[in-house]
């Protein structure tokens, strides 16, 4: 066991706990999967304050091309996104910069009009975790979730911290302020439960790195047409082993990457393949966690027990 997993660094959140040995989940209306989309709609700065530990920009100030190429997602994208996911009856569950309900309200309205789902992504995607003192990241964590309140009526319930920058601490804040569930913990492809230091019940909803559009486009540098294929492959096996317990597909998506005139055809057709199934539970990340804290937290927590020789 390393020195960080001993002390509780922040980083022992969850125990081992085999996927062929756990208690069944079972969706509304006995479906297979839950299928959620996350698109993430944020805000970028040209000129953000510095960070020691991250550079924004990878290239000299301004930086113009990654600058712009976010704004077209939040002028242009994030239209043609939301038509597409009008079209499949899909209700994004957003991951928001906070900051875009300030520059752009429009953007806010829209989604308010579909009931989307609002959870938070910090302030600016410019503005980092690292280096944050615990009582300044509470803050910044405290802000986003009063902006959200205030603009939409309702306050969020899951976390993903701006660009993916958590600290040790991030998720026994996020559970302190009130929320249910991460987006920051990348080890499953179920439900889990996730040890916080207030031990109030808390969950780790599957959020895809693999299917993330940023990741393939820009990381792995995939074809438009094989990230649609990717969608599809992930979804057949997600839905053959939600035949024997519920599975969660997440997609998650950015208005400057997926929405680009040359790649959208290829995410139309993986949505349309997936809801032409039956069985599928189409959600947003609070349902998903709402209905198992409710209906399968419990008997989550008795399993894990079990498999690791009792409680902590």
């Known amino acids: 066991m390393t020195e960080s997993v001993e002390t509780r660094e922040g980083l022992d959140y969850y125990r081992p706990w085999p996927y062929d040995q756990r208690p069944r989940i079972e969706w509304p209306g006995g479906a297979r999967i839950a299928l959620w989309v996350?698109?993430?709609?944020?805000?970028?700065?040209?000129?953000?304050?510095?960070?020691?530990?991250?550079?924004p920009w990878p290239y000299p100030f301004p930086a113009v091309p990654g600058y712009s190429i976010r704004d077209y997602g939040n002028r242009v994208g994030h239209m043609r996104q939301m038509r597409l996911l009008d079209k499949y009856g899909i209700r994004g569950s957003i991951s928001l910069s906070s900051a875009l309900i300030d520059h752009h309200p429009e953007i806010i309205e829209l989604c308010k009009e579909r009931e989307w789902e609002f959870f938070s992504h910090g302030i600016y995607n410019t503005r980092y975790t690292y280096g944050l003192t615990e009582d300044q990241e509470r803050s910044l964590i405290q802000d986003s979730i009063d902006s959200i309140r205030r603009a939409t009526g309702e306050?969020?319930?899951?976390?993903?911290?701006?660009?993916?920058?958590?600290s040790e601490q991030t998720i026994d804040l996020w559970a302190e302020a009130g929320g249910i569930y991460?987006?920051?913990?990348?080890?499953?492809?179920?439900?889990?439960?996730?040890?916080?230091?207030?031990?109030?019940?808390?969950?780790?909803?599957?959020?895809?790195?693999?299917l993330n559009d940023t990741i393939a486009y820009?990381?792995?540098?995939?074809?438009?047409?094989?990230?649609?294929?990717?969608i599809k492959d992930a979804f057949d096996r997600l839905y053959a082993e939600g035949a024997t317990s519920g599975t969660v597909m997440c997609i998650p998506t950015h208005n400057y990457q997926v929405s680009t005139p040359h790649r959208l055809r290829a995410f139309e057709e993986a949505l349309e393949y997936i809801t032409g199934h039956p069985d599928v539970w189409v959600t947003t990340g609070r349902e998903i966690a709402e209905h198992y804290l409710a209906n399968h937290y419990d008997a989550a927590l008795a399993s894990i027990d079990a498999v690791n020789g009792g409680p902590r």
């Open 218 to 230: 820009v990381v792995n540098k995939v074809e438009p047409r094989r990230y649609g294929q990717m």
């Open 155 to 166: 306050a969020p319930v899951g976390y993903l911290a701006p660009a993916l920058s958590h």
């Open 182 to 210: 991460t987006c920051d913990l990348f080890h499953d492809d179920q439900p889990t439960p996730i040890d916080v230091r207030s031990g109030k019940p808390f969950v780790s909803i599957p959020y895809s790195l693999e």
């Open 38 to 55: 996350a698109p993430n709609i944020e805000v970028y700065e040209l000129n953000p304050p510095a960070n020691a530990y991250r550079t």
